[in-house]
């Protein structure tokens, strides 16, 4: 992809390749670069600086943020795969810096919610599919070949393996690693690690937690929440009041057993 030509104190130029399809009502932003055989549909709007990779294809009623990078053959915007569409007004919302790499495929909501996000810094290797009225949060990595089925929700700086299915309305907490090639048809905790098929909880991200600037004393007040809900031989709900009771409730100690509470599908168990 090619870099803007920006002078000191100059606007950077947008620029459209010879052979890209842009409809009239897009609004691209300054230092939007659309590369070849890229289609831009209407009703769509590019942040300044984002780059389009060749027969990149968006197709209506999206929203891209600024500097994100959307490599060769990847299509956003397209109706969703669901049957009970009948044609809805619905969009796709996009935030900064996000990287959405070859032939990802992001689908527009439905009339459930209106509308299909992924947030700011994430990045989405190739191959992944996010499904209608799916939410990511930000600085979320998804590996290749990820896909999701509808309504699922994936919070701040989740890691999802490789090949990995994920079954619709499950959610994905804040800084949980998901290992490659499991199969995820519940609900991931916050600050956890899962693999398997079925999956099952291998602790704490506790890798993930130190790299990402957690202090020991949260992390030692995660592991006594955890342990206390997964590995007290009391059942789930009985071990959420234990912890709330041992553990002290700290932020993140308080979104953990939240998350858990609020699980409509039930949570993946060691």
């Known amino acids: ?86 044609g809805e007004a619905t969009v796709l919302e996009i ?35 996010v499904a209608h009225d799916c939410e990511l949060g930000n600085h979320v990595i998804l590996a290749n070949s990820v896909n999701m089925a509808g309504h699922v929700v994936i919070q701040d700086w989740a890691t999802v393996g490789g090949i990995t299915p994920i079954h619709q309305f499950v959610r994905i907490g804040a ?37 990402r600037g957690f202090s020991s004393e949260v992390r030692k007040a995660l592991k006594q929440a955890y342990r206390a809900v997964f590995q007290s031989g009391l059942n789930v709900s009985q071990g959420v009041a234990r912890a709330e009771e041992v553990v002290e409730q700290i932020p993140e100690v308080r979104h953990f057993l939240k998350f858990i509470s609020d699980s409509d599908r039930g949570v993946t168990i060691g």
């Open 175 to 211: 800084h949980a690693f998901v290992g490659g090639g499991s199969r995820i048809p519940q609900d991931i905790p916050p600050y956890c690690r899962a693999a398997g098929n079925p999956p099952k909880l291998y602790g704490l991200n506790s890798v993930g937690l130190e790299r």
């Open 1 to 86: 992809m090619r870099e803007p030509n920006v002078e000191a104190g100059a606007r950077p130029e947008t620029r459209i390749h010879p052979t890209a399809l842009v409809d009239a009502s897009a609004e691209l932003g300054p230092g939007v670069d659309v590369g070849p055989y890229a289609v831009v549909g209407p009703r769509v709007t590019i942040g300044a600086g984002t780059t389009l990779g060749p027969h990149v294809h968006v197709e209506r009623d999206t929203t891209v943020g600024e500097e994100c990078r959307i490599f060769a053959g990847a299509v956003l915007g397209t109706d969703p795969q669901d049957l009970k569409f009948k």
């Open 95 to 129: 935030g900064d810096r996000t990287v959405i790499r070859e032939y990802v495929t992001l689908n527009r909501g439905t009339s459930a919610s209106g509308r299909t996000a992924v947030g700011s810094d994430c990045l989405l290797m190739a191959y992944v599919h």
